[in-house]
């Protein structure tokens, strides 16, 4: 079945530092990839989305492009803020049926 | 304006109770969902309804009932609740699966603890 592996966390940066969070998927047909963000305490918000390949979504600095040739959708932002600290969550959609597919999240904590 | 709330944010109660969340949208949309948050942070997809229909039900014991009495809302009754049942639930909604633009807009999720 479709599915979604990102890189285990959590994952430490320094504020401006360089976020890159791995993410590749397995699925049949053309699936739409996403990417979720949980702040503490908090529901999921959408961060981005690509439905296409070669798509490039991006929202608040934070960007992903999707590669079918790679299975990929990797996040990456160039300089993280002590605010981005947060769980992070690669999806997509999975079957006729429209539900989410997730991987594990990855937790980011950024340090001042 | 909350476009998917649930009810209530916490929920605290005994092994072996019943309870009920309840999940309400204002966007609309067609599709709704409630999916499982463990303790890993792992979520996963329990139910999916359209329009009021059931059309996902995953391999969730029968304890667990979702009712739709309109397409704005999606309940959840869990019967004989356990241990294992805490988690966060989550509720979200989409407009028709299969149709752009995709995404789910996700509740604020409801923290079930049984002692």
């Known amino acids: 079945g479709d599915s979604v592996t990102q890189m285990e966390g959590p994952v430490t940066l320094s504020e401006e530092a360089f976020l890159t969070i791995n993410c590749t998927y397995t699925?049949?047909?053309?699936?739409?990839l996403f990417w979720y963000v949980q702040y503490p305490g908090e529901g999921l918000q959408l961060l981005l989305k690509?439905?296409?390949?070669?798509d490039k979504g991006s929202n608040k600095g934070f960007e992903a492009t999707y590669r079918k040739e790679t299975t990929s959708f990797h996040l990456e932002k160039g300089s993280v803020q002590v605010s981005d600290s947060a769980v992070y969550f690669c999806?997509?959609?999975?079957?006729?049926?429209?539900?989410?597919?997730f991987g594990k999240g990855t937790k980011l904590s950024v340090k001042p | 304006d909350t476009a998917v709330s649930q009810t209530p944010k916490y929920l605290v109660t005994q092994m072996g109770n019943d309870k009920s969340i309840k999940c309400e949208q204002n966007?609309?949309?067609?599709?709704m969902y409630w999916y499982k948050q463990d303790s890993k942070k792992f979520l996963k997809i329990m139910f999916s309804y359209n329009n009021k229909e059931l059309i996902i039900n995953e391999t969730v014991p029968n304890r667990f009932s979702p009712k739709s009495p309109d397409k704005a809302h999606l309940n959840l009754h869990i019967n004989s609740l356990e241990l294992g049942d805490s988690a966060v639930y989550f509720c979200?909604?989409?407009?028709?699966?299969?149709?752009?633009?995709?995404?789910?807009?996700f509740g604020p999720g409801t923290r079930l603890t049984v002692t």
């Open positions: 699925a049949t047909g053309y699936p739409s």
């Open positions: 999806a997509l959609t999975g079957g006729s049926q429209g539900n989410l597919i």
């Open positions: 690509a439905t296409k390949a070669d």
């Open positions: 966007l609309g949309h067609d599709t």
């Open positions: 979200a909604s989409s407009q028709m699966p299969g149709l752009a633009p995709y995404e789910q807009y």
